[in-house]
């Protein structure tokens, strides 16, 4: 056997937030078909990942940096690897695609590009999916995402060959064996949804009400992040500063860290829609996805319908437990039945195939281009500062050197003034326009 094929794969991960991050570094692992050696690269923006929040998602590279947008291309452009897996919003992993088809063009070999989902694809299906079209592999967390996934794609006449089925990376853990001492519910929350105050404070002195209703029980409200700090999505009104207004019993507590430690001591896992649901349920763990504020498309929870776990804060305080339903939770690569070890197989197969394609990989192919898209793409892509041939802007922030320790500060503090914004100052112009 050739040195070469047993040797690491070198695998770069481009994330966007703390979450993405999680999700592309163990998504490398997963389907990678050997060992790897791993890069990551944090692109710079509004919700790139403090080093509390990378240390709470608990995943390890073998380096770790900083970078924007054309500082990441150069990189790709200067160093070879084998995979690149995109862990980022639809119009980042967009205009990566077409900066990358740039920077490869006049190259014999190219990275196999990876992209996907973070969990639950409940809104912007066709939109976010295009956005991604022209990587080697979509990931389909589910078969029942897969065949969606095909379908917009056919749909439209662009090539649906790159969607792969899998499943979420971070499932695992041990199944669910009983109950504990003392019995504890655990409501996972979501930075975005819901995201009005009133929603949010209903929710809030609902979990509290239950903990008085059940003294007997630990209630624990799981968090995301702290204040100051973005994940994937913008939390206007944090639960830690709402709660501050109760006088909570002493069996509340709100508990950050590891979703998977705090699942190992979960008896009833709650939630309005978040992917906690999907882990909770493959360790056949009782969950309950709520119906009190509707089963709304705005919520996400409709994705659950069929389930078996839609329920009620009533329905709860009077003792109810959920029974999941088999076909549903089988359509959504849950795999609690114990096939999740073979789930990436597919995919490291189609790699193995790709790595392996005699004469090396064709050009990026996205389904936008300045023809298809000619007033949506350029847009997309100037974000980013490149222009419509995928080619960085003039004045581009890209630096030959790491950022000195004044720009260091002033990216600071343009990075909290955004947070102080959004926390801030928009509530409070959102409640004034609405007297």
């Known amino acids: 056997m050739p040195a070469s094929a047993t040797k690491p794969l070198r695998v770069a991960v481009l994330a966007d937030s703390d979450t993405r991050w999680k999700w592309g570094a163990l998504t490398a692992d997963r389907v990678a078909p050997r060992d790897i050696h791993l890069d990551g690269f944090l692109l710079r923006g509004r919700a790139t990942p403090t080093a509390r929040q990378l240390g709470e998602v608990g995943v390890h590279a073998d380096s770790l940096r900083e970078v924007t947008a054309v500082e990441f291309l150069r990189a790709m452009r200067e160093e070879t690897y084998d995979v690149l897996v995109l862990a980022l919003v639809g119009g980042g992993a967009q205009a990566m695609l077409h900066g990358l088809g740039r920077v490869w063009e006049d190259r014999p070999s190219r990275p196999v590009v990876v992209t996907g989902y973070v969990g639950v694809v409940y809104e912007k299906l066709a939109d976010g999916l295009l956005l991604r079209h022209g990587a080697d592999l979509v990931l389909a967390n589910s078969r029942q995402d897969a065949d969606r996934f095909r379908a917009v794609y056919d749909g439209v006449g662009a090539d649906s060959s790159s969607v792969t089925e899998v499943a979420l990376p971070f499932l695992g853990g041990a199944a669910y064996t009983g109950e504990h001492e003392p019995y504890t519910v655990v409501f996972a929350a979501q930075p975005s949804v819901p995201d009005s105050r009133g929603d949010r404070m209903y929710l809030l002195n609902r979990l509290v009400g239950h903990a008085r209703r059940h003294p007997g029980r630990e209630v624990l409200l799981k968090l995301r992040s702290k204040p100051g700090e973005h994940t994937t999505h913008i939390e206007e009104l944090p639960y830690q500063k709402l709660a501050q207004r109760l006088d909570p019993p002493s069996n509340f507590r709100l508990v950050y860290g590891h979703m998977g430690e705090v699942l190992d001591r979960t008896d009833l896992l709650v939630t309005v829609s978040s992917t906690a649901a999907l882990e909770s349920l493959h360790r056949r763990i009782p969950t309950v996805v709520l119906t009190d504020l509707g089963i709304r498309e705005a919520l996400g929870n409709h994705h659950f319908v069929g ?17 999941p339903d088999p076909r549903w939770v089988a359509r959504q690569g849950v795999a609690a039945e114990g096939s999740y070890e073979t789930a990436f197989d597919a995919a490291r197969a189609r790699i193995t195939e790709l790595l392996e394609r005699p004469g090396g990989l064709p050009p990026l192919a996205p389904y936008y281009t300045p023809v298809t898209a000619p007033g949506y793409l350029p847009g997309l892509l100037a974000r980013h500062h490149l222009g419509p ?47």
């Open 307 to 323: 389930s078996g776990c839609l329920a009620s804060w009533d329905q709860l305080d009077a003792g109810h437990r959920p029974e």
């Open 389 to 435: 041939d995928g080619t960085p802007l003039p004045g581009a922030p890209a630096a030959d050197k790491e950022p000195g320790p004044v720009r260091q500060i002033v990216r600071r503090a343009a990075r909290g003034a955004y947070r102080h914004g959004v926390q801030r100052v928009a509530p409070v112009i959102r409640r004034m326009g609405e007297l």
